[in-house]
């Protein structure tokens, strides 16, 4: 008869381990909602070096992207950052295509490689250009629809929300400032993650029995890290946190 190991595998974990899990989550989600984002890339990193298996990972990060995305929107809304003109012509495609992404089967490592270099190039940008701003512009309606098709596209595929592709091209298209691309993202993540929840779930997926003291860790997190990016950071400030972003998610992409 075959003995099953307590694994987590089968959403079990020492109370240890979940206290330094939880704490992870935490400080990942003050990263990255300082910037607009929710985390996915970070929380999957994590998972990954926890050995926990698919199943657990994509509906886990999900609803942690969820809910702290959902913060994050709410703080740069109301600091007034948000650009509706701005946000729906990227959004418009991107969570169909998302659907669409997350069927897709392609060679995975080849294709994190190609991801991580350029989110490691985005970084770069960031930390060794000139931090001085320029007047934002309007992107052409046609350049925005299609950026958000492909960047859904790439969000179904990676299973994040998206904000590690829009975030970089607003700014280094000059489409955005900092913290108009950090609310714009935020609401393009949330929109993004709760249509991979749904297909996840629609699959017979089930969260983990350990992810409410998760959800706490990440929305507390949340709450710091949009507050400190929406309301205290300057826009340098944001770009440098965007760059450390950047920097852990192409890493994360290339190494794993």
């Given amino acids: 008869m075959r003995t099953l190991r307590p ?9 240890e381990l979940l206290l330094v899990f939880a704490a992870g989550i935490f400080l990942v989600a003050i990263l990255y909602s300082s910037v607009g984002h929710a985390g996915a890339s970070g929380y999957i990193a994590i998972m990954s070096l926890l050995s926990l ?5 994509k ?11 959902s913060i994050a929107t709410v703080q740069f809304v109301r600091a ?6 701005l946000f729906w012509p990227f959004a418009l495609l991107a969570v169909p295509f998302a659907f669409v992404g997350g ?4 060679p995975a490592h080849a294709f994190k490689v190609i991801v991580g270099i350029i989110l490691l190039y985005s970084a770069a ?12 512009t309007a992107p052409p309606r046609i350049a925005a629809l299609a950026a958000g098709a492909v960047i859904g596209l790439l969000s179904g595929l990676t299973g994040t929300g998206g904000g590690i592709f829009l975030t970089p091209l607003l700014l280094i298209m000059g489409w955005a400032h900092a913290k108009r691309a950090a609310a714009v993202s935020a609401l393009f993540i ?3 993650s709760i249509a991979g929840l749904l297909g996840n779930l629609s699959s017979t997926k089930e969260l983990p029995s350990y992810i409410l003291p998760l959800l706490a860790a990440a929305g507390l997190g949340g709450l710091i890290g949009s507050y400190i990016g929406s309301r205290r950071l300057a826009q340098s400030g944001i770009k440098r946190f965007l760059a450390i ?10 190494l794993t």
Wanted: proline share 8%; glycine share 4%; net charge positive.
């Fill in 245 to 254: 972003v950047l920097l852990i998610a192409g890493m994360k992409l290339i």
């Fill in 103 to 106: 069927y897709i089967d392609l």
């Fill in 190 to 192: 949330l929109l993004n």
């Fill in 59 to 69: 509906p886990t990060a999900l609803s942690l992207n969820i809910l702290v995305a």
């Fill in 125 to 136: 940008r960031f930390l060794f250009a000139s931090q001085t701003e320029k007047p934002a």
């Fill in 80 to 85: 007034g950052h948000f650009s509706w003109p």
């Fill in 7 to 15: 694994s987590y595998t089968s959403h079990r974990m020492s109370p």
């Fill in 53 to 57: 298996s698919p199943a657990i990972i």
